[in-house]
């Protein structure tokens, strides 16, 4: 389709580094599992799991949208579908911050693991909808989406090892 196909490098290079911060990430994860906190898992599963799915949506939607489509409107039924699983994903992610016990979330980490996706995930959701009626938009906001989550799968890496080398280690040490 030639209205995917002027995206092509976009996604060659969001899907590449999306692919590239996974393996980053589990290369991290591995360091960092050497001294786990207490809890370790429950922060975990809050904190740590959605960047990789992150990423790994990201990576997604960059293979959907590189494939051979005939038509636009199969693409936007999976990427929509994606969408609306982010949502339902960061629901979770929502639910295990608040019970989880290890960490007291601040402002940033909201903005980053729930309000942030939830604006990337329904941000797909909305542009499936667009899709038939208005395709060059919907794809644009396939795109903010995907560059929305990549933005905040690297932030929250890096977050994620700040905190352990900085705020774990030095409360390890004493």
């Not at 590239?20 to 799991?49: S, Y």
């Not at 940033?108 to 939830?118: K, N, Q, S, T, V």
Request: charged residues 10%; glycine residues 8%; proline residues 5%.
């Amino acid at each position: 389709m030639t209205e995917l196909a002027g995206w092509d490098s976009y996604y060659v290079i969001v899907g590449s580094a999306a692919g590239a911060l996974i393996g980053l990430q589990f290369v991290v994860m591995t360091l960092i599992a050497e001294r786990p906190p207490l809890r370790a898992e429950e922060a975990g599963a809050a904190f740590a799991t959605p960047t990789i799915v992150h990423f790994g949506a990201v990576l997604l939607l960059s293979a959907l949208l590189r494939a051979p489509w005939q038509a636009v409107m199969p693409v936007a039924v999976l990427w929509g579908f994606a969408g609306l699983s982010g949502v339902g994903y960061v629901a979770v992610v929502a639910r295990r911050m608040r019970v989880q016990t290890t960490y007291r979330p601040e402002f940033e980490d909201w903005l980053f693991h729930a309000l942030l996706p939830l604006a990337a995930y329904a941000m797909l959701a909305i542009s499936a909808v667009a899709a038939p009626s208005h395709l060059p938009e919907a794809l644009f906001g396939v795109g903010a989406a995907a560059l929305l989550l990549l933005f905040i799968g690297i932030h929250n890496a890096w977050d994620a090892v700040a905190y352990h080398v900085l705020v774990n280690k030095s409360n390890s040490e004493n």
